[in-house]
């Protein structure tokens, strides 16, 4: 628990309560900072109630100043603590308490046994930046988020000639682990665990590519992940529709697979949505990711930093 003192106010930062005031407050700091949330007190008690979710608070009293959150993911590139969101009400900012914030996160992650930590942060919010770069953090490659909101369930049919999408099973382990250089075990592994989902498309018997999904609640959405995708060949050029007669080898792959990742989604009723980091070097799943319905949010810069003793 850490006291801080600035121009005569008592602050108390701590770790979230699981009280609707508490909840109540993190809906209020939202409300003025971000305004992305769209859940209830009620739904943000039950989400940080859920294992691998975190939060904690800056109090002035019963009033919550600011937050920060943060969730564990696993992947094919490992574990790893992901610090999502910090917000500090504009009356309560350039105190240092952002900096604050994220220190106990980044505790709390290694804490928790993880060894690395990352954040994204819009390239235009320098205070935010600076939060984590004096705990750490170093900036990383630039990316696009790209967000797909589930609007409808129905189904959407399959392209002629594009390459064949289906789930992975844990007997597929040693497909997907030869696209990345993945240890099999390690895959099936994966595979297997609660929220989460890989991809394969395959074009007359030949494996073209995977995308791995993974599935995250976070205070403002639960969606999946695009978390990696990986494409080569393209299905029969010979049966491709000539309004999609551009999209082809690797390109094609990946709208596939782009495609695939929304209808599995869709699929599952209480998911709001898909999202997509694309770094803007990688144009296949930048273009495909586009092209299935994905709207541009913003440019972010990655932060990351490895979580020691």
Not at 22 to 29: F, I, K, N, Y
Not at 171 to 187: E, F, Q
Not at 291 to 305: D, I, N, P, T
């Amino acid at each position: 628990m850490a006291i801080v003192y600035r121009k005569g106010t008592r602050l108390e930062i701590r770790p979230f309560a699981g009280t609707l005031r508490d909840a109540q407050g993190l809906v209020e700091v939202d409300g003025e900072t971000f305004q992305q949330c769209h859940y209830t007190p009620d739904q943000l008690v039950e989400r940080l109630s859920e294992p691998g979710q975190w939060a904690a608070v800056v109090v002035e009293g019963t009033n919550v100043a600011g937050f920060v959150s943060a969730f564990a993911t696993n992947s094919l590139d490992g574990r790893r603590w992901e610090v999502d969101e910090l917000a500090v009400r504009p009356a309560y900012q350039g105190r240092g308490l952002g900096t604050r914030l994220v220190a106990l996160a980044v505790e709390q992650g290694a804490k928790a046994g993880l060894t690395r930590a990352r954040a994204l942060v819009a390239t235009g919010n320098l205070a935010s930046q600076r939060a984590f770069e004096n705990n750490g953090f170093r900036v990383g490659k630039r990316v696009d988020l790209l967000l797909y909101e589930i609007g409808g369930r129905v189904p959407r049919p399959q392209v002629a000639g594009a390459p064949a999408v289906r789930e992975a099973s844990p007997s597929d382990a040693a497909a997907v682990a030869s696209l990345g250089g993945y240890a099999p075990g390690k895959v099936a592994r994966l595979i297997a665990e609660p929220g989460h989902v890989y991809l394969l498309a395959a074009g007359s018997e030949t494996l073209l590519g995977c995308a791995e999904l993974i599935e995250v609640h976070t205070l403002q959405y639960r969606g999946f992940w695009l978390e990696s995708m990986r494409a080569g060949g393209g299905g029969d050029r010979a049966s491709v529709p000539e309004a999609d007669a551009g999209w082809s080898g690797p390109a094609r792959t990946a709208k596939a697979l782009a495609s695939g990742a929304l209808e599995v989604a869709k699929r599952r009723a209480d998911l709001d949505l898909v999202g997509h980091l694309a770094s803007p070097a990688d144009r296949d799943a930048y273009a495909a990711c586009v092209s299935e319905g994905f709207r541009l949010m913003g440019a972010y810069h990655v932060l990351v930093r490895d979580l020691g003793p």
